[in-house]
């Protein structure tokens, strides 16, 4: 099964109509200017960003062009790897998680919405899955139930969550966590943050004080 009919499935539960979308795309028939509207439409409502996009659209049309394909289905294994390719391209990816170190303190960090606190459950969950011993710290201590949030998916993965109140300081919270992995030999702590702009300098300050601690 390839890429896309992968993903498709895996996400059909959670209705996820983009990946459906793209995956619909690649059919029986003949490549056409629609197709390319479509796939451009597509990528761009997905946030793949703009020049990106072009990018990929060029490779791909190229790629039809010097192996003569004349079927959309044909492109589709030439696009996942396509994608494939630029992912690899991104610094670190593919570079293996180092928990060598004990307790390991991994800082969810990114601007607002980008998966922080999602991506912290199933880290938990699957390190867990390994073997390791897991806390989470909760400390994104800014966003309203951000705290209820993390606990939620401790719960799901039966890791450990150390909080505070909502407003304490994020890196008392972090420090309270190392405390804790350090005396209850945690291999991995896994901190949640608030999501935050780069541009907002006391946030980054606040972010920074949780990073001397670590
Ligand atoms: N499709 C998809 N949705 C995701 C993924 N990760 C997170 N989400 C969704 O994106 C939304 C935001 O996810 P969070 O994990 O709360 O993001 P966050 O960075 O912690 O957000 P803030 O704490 O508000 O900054 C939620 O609705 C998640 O279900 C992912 O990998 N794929
Ligand atoms: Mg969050």
Known sequence: MDLFK?????????????????????SDEPISDVFWDDLE???IFGDVGIDLTE???????????????????ELRSV??????DQLQEVKGMGVPLDVSKKPAVILMVGVN???????????????????KKVLLA?????????????????????????AQS??????AVVFDAIMAAKAGS???????????LHTKSNLMEELAKVYRIV
């Open 6 to 26: 992968n993903l498709a499935n895996k996400l059909k539960n959670t209705g996820n109509k983009w990946t459906q979308g793209i995956s619909n795309l690649f």
């Open 41 to 43: 439409e597509l990528l």
């Open 55 to 73: 990018t990929l659209i060029k490779r791909l049309k190229q790629r039809a062009i010097d192996e003569r394909i004349s079927k959309t289905s």
């Open 79 to 84: 696009f996942s790897k396509l994608l494939i």
């Open 113 to 131: 919405g980008s998966g922080k606190t999602t991506t912290a459950g199933k880290l938990a969950a699957q390190l867990k899955k390994e073997g």
């Open 138 to 162: 909760a400390a994104d201590t800014f966003r309203a139930a951000a705290i209820e949030q993390l606990m939620a998916w401790g719960e799901r993965a039966d890791v450990r969550v150390i």
């Open 166 to 171: 909502q407003d304490s300081d994020p890196a």
């Open 186 to 196: 945690y291999d991995v702590i896994i901190a949640d943050t608030a999501g935050r």
